[in-house]
């Protein structure tokens, strides 16, 4: 077990540009979560996936951002024609169906846009 | 809506130091509750949680205990190391809902 995986870690783009991070979860899980974390704050929901469906999606949300996860396995989050205010550490976990459920997370990709 | 509620920090202890971090939490219903660490340089990591009221989750000696009639689950440890310097972060799950509820999380800050 390898844990979540997130790609890539860092990442620094000019305003208006598009970006695209991915997600491996732990291999058998079936809930994969985005959060968005800025600094000195604890993290945010932003979209769930239970196997390839998306089940909710937070108001913080924008429609530059989208989420997919195709097959239930990894998962992709896109920022269109990005802002400085998208300028954060987006977090994915994983977790299984369960009461309770324990959500792992990744290490986080941290975003920088000029 | 649901949220939680930390201490500010940074909560600032000498080592072997009595340690307590405060949460509470507005909920529409009955949440599980969570704390997780944030080491320097690592990811969220579950340290310990609670899913009914008056459930004691505990883990690397620290303890939280889930009182629904104060609405809090405050951490605690005896005696806390360097090793613990770290940020704390409180959280809920509804039911209804699988997402997490964060608190804005607690720097803690253990000295020799």
């Known amino acids: 077990d390898t844990g979540v995986s997130q790609d890539p870690r860092h990442k620094i783009t000019k305003r208006g540009q598009n970006v695209t991070f991915r997600c491996d979860p732990i291999?058998?899980?079936?809930?994969l979560y985005w959060y968005r974390q800025t600094l000195g704050q604890g993290p945010e929901f932003l979209t769930y996936?239970?196997?390839?469906?998306?089940?909710?999606k937070s108001r913080l949300l924008s429609d530059r951002f989208s989420a997919e996860r195709p097959k239930g396995s990894f998962s992709t989050l896109e920022i269109q024609r990005t802002e400085q205010g998208d300028s954060a550490m987006y977090l994915c976990?994983?977790?299984?169906?369960?009461?309770?459920?324990?959500?792992?997370f990744g290490p986080g990709t941290r975003l920088l846009v000029l | 809506g649901n949220s939680v509620t930390q201490m500010e920090g940074p909560v600032t202890l000498s080592e072997e130091a009595f340690l307590t971090i405060n949460c509470t939490y507005t909920?529409?219903?009955?949440?599980?509750l969570f704390w997780y660490v944030q080491y320097p340089g690592e990811g969220l990591q579950l340290l310990l949680k609670?899913?009914?009221?008056?459930d004691k989750g505990s883990n690397k000696g620290f303890e939280a205990t889930y009182r629904k009639e104060t609405t809090s689950f405050h951490l605690e440890k005896g005696s806390v190391q360097v090793s613990d310097s770290a940020v704390y972060f409180c959280?809920?799950?509804?039911?209804?809902?699988?997402?997490?509820?964060f608190g804005s999380g607690t720097r803690l800050l253990v000295r020799p």
């Open positions: 976990a994983s977790s299984l169906v369960d009461w309770g459920e324990t959500q792992y």
């Open positions: 291999s058998e899980h079936n809930r």
């Open positions: 996936f239970q196997n390839e469906a998306q089940l909710e």
């Open positions: 909920a529409t219903g009955y949440p599980s």
């Open positions: 609670a899913t009914k009221a008056d």
């Open positions: 959280a809920l799950q509804m039911d209804s809902s699988y997402k997490l509820i």
